[in-house]
C-alpha cells in the first residue's frame, strides 16, 4: 500500500497532538528536575566512592533490581496496563476500570513480592553469574552479593508505583508520576551524606537509600489516586479478563520494552573483566538517559493514552497521524541532544563528576563510553515511539521477536567489539544493537499501519541534519578550549559550558526558524497559548 502524504491534519488530530505535546512538556518540566537531582545524586556517589572496587560492586548490583524494574515495572506495567486500563475506562464503565486497577494491584503485589524474596536468597548465585569478573576477588563479590540484597525490595515498591503512575497517566494526569522520581533522588541523596558514615561499608547506606526511595515514589501518588476517588483495595482475581489480557500483554513485554536494560546488563557481565569498566558504562549510560528521560520517554509516555484511545475506537488514519507527529518530534529534540553529548561529553563529565575520588583519567575514560553510546541515542529515543504504538495496538509480540533479535545481535557485537575497544566496544555494541532494533519496528509498523507519511518525515529530519550545522561548529569550538585541561576554576568552566551551550541553542532554533520548521512553529503556538492562559 502506498505511503499517504502530507494530507491536512483533522481538527480532532490537531487537538490531539497539541495534547500530546502539552503533555510531553509538563513530564519533561518534572523529568528535568528529577534528573537534576539525578545527576546530583550521581555527583555525590562519584565523588564519595569515584570508580573505586565500591563503585563498581555497586553498580552491577544496581544493574540487577533495575533491570527487573524495566521488566515488572516501568516498561511492561506501561505498555501492558494504559491500553487496557484505558479500554475499560472508554468503553466501560467507571466501577469496572476500578476493579481492574485494584485487581491488577493485587496480582502484581503478589507476583512481585514472590520474586523479591527469591531475589534475596538467590543472590549470590545472580552475582556469580552477572559479574564474572569479581570471581578472584572474594570481598567484592562478597559486597556485591550484600547489596543486591539489600536493594532486591525497591523492586516491589518501584512496581507499585509505576502501576500508580500508569493508572495516572491513563487519566491523563501527568505531572505526580513525573515528580515521583524526585522524591526517589532527594532520598538517595539524603543516605548517602548523613547515612554511610555510619557503615564500615559506606557502600551499603547508598543500597539502603535505594529501597526507601522506592518507597516514596509510590507513597507520593497515592493521594492523586485518592483524588481521583480511587484507593487500592485487597482483590485477589487473577482470572479477572483485564489481568488475563494485562498477562497476555506483559509476557511478550517482557522482552520488548526492556531490550535497552537488557543489552546494558549484557554489558555489565562483559564490563566486569575491565577495572572500572562497570562504572564508566553506568555513567556514560546515565548522560544518555538525561536527555531520553526528559523527551523521549517523556513524550513515549504522553503519547501512549492518546494512540491506546485511537486503537481502541479503531482510528488507524489519526493513530498514523500521531506516530508520524512522534517520530518527528523526538528526532527533533534528540539529534542535536545526541550531536552535543558527542562533542562536549569530556567538558560535561569534567565539570559534573570530576572531584574527589574521580579522577581526569576516570572523565577520559567515561566520556569514550558515553560517545560510543551517543550514536545509538536516536535509535533508543526511535524504539521507545515505534513500541508505544504497537502496545497501543495490544501488540506486544512483535517488539518482543525485535528485542531476541537486537539481544543476539548486541551479544555477538559486543564479545567482537571488546576484543579491540575494550569497555567501549560494549557502548558501541549496545548503539548498534538499538538501531538495528529501531529498523526492525520501523519496517513492520509502516507495513502495518500502510505507511507512516515519509515524505512529511523525511523534510524534517532535512530540516533539523542542516540546523545542526551552526550547533556542531560551537560545540567543536567549546570543546577544545585549552581550560578544560587546566585545575580550579570551576565557576568559569560551568560559564564556559552553558555559553557554549546556550549559543548552540539559539544556532539550531534560528535555522529552524529560517527554514520556518512546523515542529518549532508548533512549539511555539502551544508555549504562547499557554502564556495567553497563564496571563
Not at 119 to 145: K, M, N, R
Not at 187 to 195: D, M
Not at 410 to 419: H, P, R, T
Amino acid at each position: 500500500m502506498s505511503d499517504p502524504q502530507t494530507t491536512p491534519s483533522t481538527p480532532t488530530h490537531q487537538v490531539e497532538t497539541h495534547s500530546v505535546t502539552s503533555a510531553a512538556g509538563v513530564i519533561g518540566a518534572a523529568t528535568l528536575s528529577s534528573r537534576i537531582l539525578g545527576f546530583i545524586r550521581d555527583v555525590v556517589i562519584a565523588q564519595l566512592f569515584g570508580a573505586s572496587a565500591a563503585a563498581d560492586a555497586f553498580y552491577v548490583a544496581y544493574r540487577i533490581p533495575n533491570l527487573l524494574r524495566e521488566l515488572f515495572a516501568e516498561g511492561s506495567m506501561s505498555s501492558a496496563f494504559i491500553p487496557v486500563f484505558t479500554e475499560y475506562h472508554t468503553l466501560r464503565s467507571k466501577d469496572e476500570a476500578w476493579e481492574l486497577a485494584s485487581a491488577a494491584f493485587t496480582t502484581l503485589l503478589t507476583l512481585v513480592t514472590f520474586v523479591t524474596v527469591v531475589g534475596i536468597f538467590a543472590a549470590p548465585g545472580i552475582v556469580w553469574f552477572l559479574a564474572p569478573g569479581f570471581h578472584g576477588e572474594a570481598s567484592q563479590l562478597a559486597t556485591t552479593t550484600l547489596l543486591t540484597q539489600i536493594m532486591f525490595p525497591y523492586l516491589l515498591f518501584v512496581s507499585l508505583a509505576a502501576l500508580a503512575m500508569g493508572i495516572l497517566n491513563a487519566l491523563r494526569a501527568f505531572a505526580v508520576p513525573a515528580l515521583a522520581p524526585v522524591f526517589f533522588n532527594i532520598v538517595v541523596i539524603t543516605f548517602a551524606l548523613g547515612i554511610t558514615p555510619l557503615f564500615e561499608q559506606p557502600i551499603i547506606g547508598v543500597g539502603i537509600g535505594i529501597v526507601v526511595g522506592g518507597l516514596a515514589q509510590f507513597v507520593m501518588q497515592l493521594p492523586a489516586i485518592y483524588k481521583r476517588g480511587f484507593l487500592f483495595s485487597w482483590n485477589f482475581q487473577p482470572g479477572h479478563p483485564g489481568v488475563r489480557q494485562m498477562g497476555r500483554l506483559i509476557l511478550p513485554t517482557l522482552l520488548g520494552l526492556s531490550v535497552t536494560q537488557v543489552n546494558l546488563t549484557v554489558s555489565t557481565i562483559l564490563a566486569s573483566y575491565f577495572e572500572g569498566g562497570p562504572t564508566y558504562l553506568f555513567y556514560g549510560m546515565r548522560l544518555i538517559q538525561f536527555p531520553l528521560g526528559i523527551f523521549g520517554v517523556a513524550l513515549a509516555t504522553a503519547i501512549l493514552p492518546t494512540l491506546s484511545t485511537q486503537a481502541a475506537k479503531g482510528n488507524l488514519d489519526d493513530l498514523r497521524d500521531t506516530v508520524n507527529y512522534g517520530l518527528r518530534s523526538i528526532l527533533f529534540i534528540i539529534l542535536p541532544a545526541m550531536l552535543g553529548l558527542m562533542l562536549l561529553g569530556e567538558p560535561i563529565i569534567h565539570i559534573f563528576f570530576e572531584h574527589g575520588a574521580f579522577t581526569a583519567e576516570d572523565t577520559t575514560r567515561t566520556a569514550a563510553a558515553l560517545f560510543a553510546f551517543s550514536f545509538g541515542l536516536w535509535a533508543f529515543a526511535g524504539y521507545r515511539i515505534l513500541a508505544t504504538a504497537f502496545y497501543a495496538l495490544q501488540d506486544t509480540t512483535t517488539p518482543a521477536i525485535a528485542a531476541v533479535v537486537g539481544m543476539c545481535a548486541n551479544i555477538a557485537l559486543a564479545l567482537i567489539l571488546m576484543q579491540s575497544l575494550d569497555y567501549v566496544g560494549l557502548a558501541f555494541a549496545t548503539a548498534c544493537a538499538s538501531m538495528f532494533n529501531a529498523g526492525i519496528l520501523l519496517t513492520i509498523l509502516t507495513r502495518r499501519l500502510g505507511g507512516l507519511h515519509w515524505i512529511r518525515l523525511a523534510k524534517s529530519v532535512s530540516r533539523t541534519t542542516l540546523a545542526l550545522i551552526p550547533l556542531a561548529f560551537v560545540c567543536l569550538w567549546t570543546a577544545q578550549l585549552a581550560v578544560w585541561g587546566q585545575t580550579g576554576m570551576f565557576i568559569m568552566k560551568v560559564g564556559i559550558l552553558a555559553g557554549g551551550i546556550g549559543v548552540s541553542m539559539v544556532g539550531y532554533f534560528g535555522m529552524h526558524f529560517l527554514l520556518k520548521s512546523e515542529e518549532l512553529t508548533g512549539i511555539w503556538q502551544i508555549m504562547k497559548k499557554k502564556l495567553r492562559i497563564e496571563s
